[in-house]
Nanobody
Framework: QVRLVESGGGFVKAGGSLRLSCAASGLIFNINTMGWYRQAPGKERELVATINSGGSMDYADSVKGRFTISRDNAKYTVALQMNSLKPEDTAVYYC??????????????WGQGTQVIVSS
């Protein structure tokens, strides 16, 4: 079984910064794409940023220039550095990973989510 555990959410004033981290554990053979999604109250879950095993990154237009995604392939971790935060960044942030686990077919796993609240 593979687990994704996020950390680093919290409360911050507009213009501030937060760093989210996510660690995958279990009988992992390899991980392809890892990413961050978010869901604000009353809205659908949306992509924030992704990074593949080769380091290619993709960002939602709303966070370009403010957020940076990174990963450590050896440690099965992914991080999201969030700068210049805005109230509209308030959401539950979810980590996800496209994982090939030992003895299992490749599938996408999700973390439990971490709350980010940005006050104006």
């Amino acid at each position: 079984q593979v687990r994704l555990v996020e950390s680093g959410g919290g409360f911050v004033k507009a213009g501030g910064s937060l760093r989210l981290s996510c660690a995958a554990s279990g009988l992992i053979f390899n991980i392809n794409t890892m990413g961050w999604y978010r869901q604000a109250p009353g809205k659908e879950r949306e992509l924030v940023a992704t990074i593949n095993s080769g380091g290619s990154m993709d960002y939602a237009d709303s966070v370009k220039g403010r957020f940076t995604i990174s990963r450590d392939n050896a440690k099965y971790t992914v991080a999201l550095q969030m700068n210049s935060l805005k109230p509209e960044d308030t959401a539950v942030y979810y980590c996800n990973a496209d994982v090939r686990a030992n003895g299992s077919p490749r599938r996408v796993y999700w973390g439990q989510g971490t709350q980010v609240i940005v006050s104006s």
